[in-house]
T-cell receptor
Framework: DVKVTQSSRYLVKRTGEKVFLECVQDMDHENMFWYRQDPGLGLRLIYFSYDVKMKEKGDIPEGYSVSREKKERFSLILESASTNQTSMYLC?????????????FGQGTRLTVV | AQRVTQPEKLLSVFKGAPVELKCNYSYSGSPELFWYVQYSRQRLQLLLRHISRESIKGFTADLNKGETSFHLKKPFAQEEDSAMYYCALSTGFQKLVFGTGTRLLVSP
């Protein structure tokens, strides 16, 4: 089974803090994604990466950055956390081979910024 | 622009009733569509994809290019079908655009 693991299930951070959300996948997938999930808004793409040291902005990149130093790890960084970044964050990985296939998701990190 | 629309936030049915979760998409290319499901306290997972033309857990979905729709259907809902359902569109390069989701609640 593909496993996508996010380092924290719950996080509480203060406004202005720098926050790191970590995601690791164990299936050698090239493509990794960060989404935020909000009621009524669905999943919105923040950043994605097709390879090590590559990154692409998604639909809502403002206030976020990412790092992909190793193929299996994709980190989401909130440079200066704000209350409007309180959300559920989902990491996903997708293999490259064949047509678009299944996205494998982590269990999510629920971040609260106070 | 690529867009996925799920018009219902909540769909509430009784056990044994038919279910249809609506999904419409906007995409100029050849679409690849998916349904993902998230059960309570579980991670988001793939339910089915249009290219496979399969039935999973009794659910089916047919791509209608004329109506740009990909509605999810099940003839007899079960309580264990209660979950959050997301329709998703592949825009190429392994990138997915998701709808806003529909919560299905199946009551006994």
């Amino acid at each position: 089974d593909v496993k996508v693991t996010q380092s924290s299930r719950y996080l509480v951070k203060r406004t202005g803090e720098k926050v790191f959300l970590e995601c690791v996948q164990d299936m050698d997938h090239e493509n990794m994604f960060w989404y935020r999930q909000d009621p009524g808004l669905g999943l919105r793409l923040i950043y994605f990466s097709y390879d090590v040291k590559m990154k692409e902005k998604g639909d809502i990149p403002e206030g976020y950055s990412v790092s992909r130093e190793k193929k299996e790890r994709f980190s989401l960084i909130l440079e200066s956390a704000s209350t409007n970044q309180t959300s559920m964050y989902l990491c996903a990985s997708i293999p490259t081979y064949g047509a678009v296939t299944e996205a494998f998701f982590g269990q999510g990190t629920r971040l609260t910024v106070v | 622009a690529q867009r996925v629309t799920q018009p219902e936030k909540l769909l509430s049915v009784f056990k044994g009733a038919p279910v249809e979760l609506k999904c419409n998409y906007s995409y100029s290319g050849s679409p690849e569509l998916f349904w993902y499901v998230q059960y309570s306290r579980q991670r988001l997972q793939l339910l089915l994809r249009h290219i496979s033309r399969e039935s999973i857990k009794g659910f089916t979905a047919d791509l209608n290019k004329g109506e740009t729709s990909f509605h999810l259907k099940k003839p007899f809902a079960q309580e264990e079908d209660s979950a959050m359902y997301y329709c998703a569109l592949s825009t190429g390069f392994q990138k997915l655009v998701f709808g806003t989701g529909t919560r299905l609640l199946v009551s006994p």
